[in-house]
């Protein structure tokens, strides 16, 4: 037979603080997976014929390499109709996957704990509940969130430090370096300048959420803590906390001589 949702758990801390970490945890990942830089600069030219030409580079998730676009195949010449594209390293791609892996195993473990919450924990609790065994899921989602609190903490550092390299690796002075025409020695060039830098809003949010995500799961775990056998253990064949107590031992009467 089909149940119905246990709509009721959302109002429990349990329930209403996995939506939050489902909204955030997307929003996390998100932001890190769909972020894309842009930036443009021109190569100055030798001799003035033509004056300039307009370089631009492009990069996005996971951050391995930066693509360059040039309009010809050696600046500052009259060659027209080759336009070209360059790979510049960047590197950051293992800092950027492991953010947005810990983001996804979240997101699913989020989806499959509302799942048996709303469709298959036992409602009829009695006031000895707290003995649901070691190997229960309430005991599976405390260990389980442990796990990820560590995965976003390492994961929300590795990406701050990813993000301050990619910043550097991107600044004008590394591209001008890292691109031959830009080069005093390269033909017919006399360096670049006009840098238009990239901008890293969505990827300094994600920083951001991913320390929140830090923040909310780590809160989370005293909830439940709180469902755990650790918490409140049941004890053997007392219900509650009642203690069964001694009747008041009374002394009988001794019996009148006749």
């Not at 195993?105 to 509302?114: E, N, P, T």
């Not at 409602?123 to 976003?152: E, Q």
């Not at 020695?185 to 840098?195: A, E, L």
């Amino acid at each position: 037979m089909n149940k119905k949702p246990n709509i009721d758990i959302l109002k429990e801390p349990k329930g209403f603080i996995k939506g939050i970490e489902l909204v955030i945890t997307i929003f996390a990942f998100a932001t890190v997976a769909g972020a894309l830089g842009h930036l443009e600069f021109l190569v100055n030219c030798s001799g003035g014929n033509p004056p300039t030409r307009q370089v631009n580079a492009d990069f996005s998730y996971p951050f391995k390499s930066m693509r360059v676009y040039a309009s010809t195949k050696t600046p500052c010449t009259n060659e027209t109709g080759i336009a070209t594209k360059e790979t510049l390293p960047l590197g950051y791609k293992s800092e950027a996957e492991y953010f947005v892996f810990t983001g996804v195993v979240s997101m699913i473990f989020v989806l499959v704990a509302a799942t048996y919450y709303l469709f298959f924990e036992d409602r009829a609790k009695d006031a000895t509940a707290t003995d649901i065994g070691l190997l229960s899921f309430p005991v599976v989602d405390f260990v389980f969130t442990i796990v990820l609190v560590i995965f976003w903490f390492t994961s929300s550092i590795a990406w701050a430090s990813g993000l301050s390299g990619l910043k550097k690796a991107t600044s004008e002075d590394a591209i001008f370096k890292a691109y031959e025409p830009c080069h005093a020695d390269y033909p017919h060039t006399n360096g670049c300048g006009s840098f238009d830098g990239a901008r890293y809003g969505a990827a300094t949010v994600a920083v951001v959420f991913g320390f929140l995500n830090f923040f909310v799961w780590a809160g989370n775990l005293w909830f439940l803590f709180k469902e755990t056998p650790w918490h409140s253990p049941k004890s053997s064949g007392v219900r509650g906390s009642e203690v069964p107590q001694e009747a008041p031992h009374q002394d009988t009467p001794p019996a009148n001589s006749v």
